[in-house]
């Protein structure tokens, strides 16, 4: 395990305290007034947001040991820049996680706006489109995100850690989930009994 796959890991856990504070609206606003306290609030969602991202793909993409699938090994792309070998048995492995990773990721960010998804604050429950499928269906979305390009890069580690990115979006989720009862109260909380919270109903 590289440095850098280590300190990846480690700053996506600790990514989960400004995470947790960006969503605690009413109590940053009455610690440091309205104003004043959304502000502080959408900084602490910028920062966790584009961390998430960013300490994930820092693990897709940092020095680790290598899996091979045992056929179609013949076909390959090679990224030098990134000392990766792309087999093409991976990229089909890879297609339908990001396909479907998108279409949740998109789509929710497409009905609650960017805004919202990038200051974890919004001003009413969703309820339709893919949002009758999952309650999070970003998060849904950066979990296949996340299988996907470990496959793709076929980066072993990253593959291994999945149920600790799976905690992680769990644990945010849960958070979330406590906030919006508390700002929504029993409209949110009969949404929550209907609909699942990750893993669509078959």
């Given amino acids: 395990m590289s440095i850098w796959f280590a300190i990846s890991l ?8 400004p995470y947790f504070l960006s969503l605690e609206h009413q109590k940053l606003e009455r610690r440091y007034g309205l104003q004043k306290g959304k502000q502080i609030g959408e900084l602490y969602a910028m920062i966790s947001g584009w961390g998430f991202f960013i300490f994930l793909f820092g693990i897709w993409i940092s020095p680790q040991e290598r899996f091979l699938l045992p056929f179609m090994q013949k076909f390959s792309v090679q990224i030098p820049l990134l000392d ?48 009758t499928i999952v309650r999070h269906p970003q998060y849904l979305g950066a979990i296949l995100a996340h299988m996907g390009f470990s496959f793709l890069f076929s980066a072993l580690y990253s ?6 990115v799976i905690a992680i979006v769990y644990i945010i989720s849960w958070k979330e989930e406590k906030e919006l009862i508390r700002e929504f109260g029993r409209k949110y909380e009969n949404y929550k009994k ?9």
């Fill in 84 to 131: 990766l070998t792309i087999y093409l048995v991976n990229l089909l492995i890879f297609i339908p996680f990001f396909l479907i990773g998108a279409f949740f990721g998109i789509r929710g960010v497409m009905q609650t706006t960017l805004k919202v998804a990038e200051m974890h604050r919004t001003k009413k429950i969703i309820t339709t489109g893919v949002y």
């Fill in 194 to 202: 209907n609909v699942p919270m990750l893993i669509p109903k078959i």
């Fill in 10 to 17: 480690v700053c996506l856990i600790i990514n989960i305290v």
């Fill in 159 to 164: 593959l291994l850690i999945t149920p600790i």
